[in-house]
């Protein structure tokens, strides 16, 4: 797996191939003024980590590059925070059946995959008929459900296909027949992907018709002006910020904390975030233990918040603690843009944010399911509070170099300029 430390940046040492530009491609002389039409396609209109990205990086485009439109096969909020963003916004529902389908029961069978092909077979040729209609020169797919949709949809209207992979397609984040599927896919399907992270990357490759690398951007609200004016806690606040699920690490840090409590008495302990529907009971579980812990009146559970940013900006330290790799590690980068201590599990993407192309330390990292382990990193940050700033303020200025989301944008509209049936010629 390839890590951020002496990783190559630019999407040429990405064996991202050269794709010449045709005779009406950017730049060619009497090449067309008029911006190339993209249409995404999203499977859900929720506030996930991939939509808010693809929120932040619609409102950088540079309009006089891209008339993006986005095809939602939900309704939801994000329709309307495209809307007040100035993005065009069509939804086209998906049939409820297909829609609740998740990734374990797509993976579970052959034949339940063949069934479930069937049943999207109408919507599809809906959603070819409404790319027609919008004159895409690209579609762009960011979720694996839109991924697998758009693949035909994207053939009967006679576009090309862009997938944007957000998560790592590896049998400890996906089914492993639902994993195998979409590696044989990537391959001969979209004429190119761009991914998240080298860690996503890694998890396709080999991809014989190119790949880019184009992090999830961060918008400069979301970056601190001066971090050292932050208000620092007038006792300890240690917080994880997330979704509670499994797969986020609350058992994990409410284990930590429990480490934690006796050597800093006067500590105290954040979850930041909700649990969906699916996921309620493991929440339930979560808050028992830590009532075992006995962690009543020391752990705050804030459920759902709309600023976490004004969350972030209120810890000593930021704790991530997923137990399985992450694509990305979206909260990491989110920490070290408002200049706070990172305390990170090592693993996917994350090993790409941890640590600078020099090899400088932005966070520590840990072993992934190791509350100890994670409890003696976060007793250091607070116990070395000197050396936990200098770490912080570097990776305060990292990011903002990084994982600016005009670069973002930029290398997606690169990407798009050279796919477009227009700059094929």
């Given amino acids: 797996m390839t890590t951020g430390r002496g990783a ?11 794709v010449p530009h045709g005779p009406h491609g950017p730049g060619a002389p009497g090449a067309p003024h008029a911006p190339v039409r ?36 939900s309704d939801g909020p994000l329709r ?19 829609a609740r389908t998740d990734r374990a029961t797509a993976g579970r069978s052959v034949l339940g995959a063949a069934r479930s092909a069937v049943a999207t077979a109408p919507f599809v040729a809906r959603l070819g008929r409404l ?6 020169d690209v579609v762009h797919t960011t979720s694996l459900k839109a991924d697998l949709l758009g693949l035909p949809a994207a053939a009967l209207a006679r576009r090309p296909l862009v997938w944007h992979v957000h998560d790592r397609i590896a049998d400890d984040y996906l089914p492993g027949g639902l994993a195998r599927v979409l590696r044989a896919v990537a391959r001969r399907g979209p004429r190119h992907v761009v991914v998240n992270s080298h860690a ?53 840090f409410v284990e930590a904390c429990t480490l934690l409590a006796e050597r800093f008495p006067a500590a105290r302990f954040r979850v930041v975030g909700a649990s969906l529907f699916a996921e309620a009971a493991y929440e339930a579980q979560v808050r028992e233990l830590a009532a075992r812990r006995g962690l009543d009146g020391r752990l705050e559970w804030t459920g759902w918040v709309a600023d976490p940013v004004a969350e972030v900006d209120g810890l000593s330290v ?29 693993g996917g993407g994350v090993d790409e944010l941890a640590v600078a192309a020099d ?6 990292l ?11 990193a976060v007793a250091r940050v607070l116990e070395r509070p000197q050396e936990a700033a200098a770490r912080a303020d570097r990776a305060w200025k990292d990011v903002q170099a990084e994982f600016a989301v005009e670069r973002t944008a930029d290398r997606l509209t690169t990407v798009w300029e050279r796919v477009s049936r227009r700059g094929r010629g």
Avoid: N
């Fill in 8 to 18: 190559p940046r630019d999407a040429a040492a990405l064996g991202e191939p050269h």
């Fill in 38 to 73: 993209v249409v995404v396609l999203d499977h859900t209109a929720e506030l996930g980590g991939a939509e808010l990205a693809l929120l932040r990086t619609c409102r950088a485009l540079d309009p006089a590059r891209v008339a993006v439109t986005v095809v939602l096969f």
């Fill in 80 to 98: 309307e925070r495209l809307r007040e963003a100035g993005v065009a916004v069509r939804v086209l529902p998906l049939d409820p059946a297909v």
């Fill in 131 to 136: 790319l027609r209609e919008l004159d895409a």
């Fill in 200 to 252: 996503t990357a890694a998890t396709l490759l080999p991809l014989r018709r190119g790949w880019t690398l184009a992090y999830p951007g961060l918008a400069p609200e979301q970056v601190a002006a001066d971090p050292a004016a932050r208000p620092v806690p007038e006792v300890p606040v240690v917080g994880l910020v997330g979704r509670i699920s499994p797969t986020k690490g609350q058992r994990e």
């Fill in 318 to 346: 930021l704790v991530h603690a997923s137990p399985v790799p992450e694509p990305f590690g979206q909260v990491v980068a989110e920490g070290m843009a408002r200049g706070v201590p990172v305390v990170a599990t090592a």
């Fill in 359 to 364: 090899g400088t330390e932005r966070c520590l």
């Fill in 366 to 376: 840990v072993p992934p399911r190791d509350p100890a382990a994670l409890a003696a």
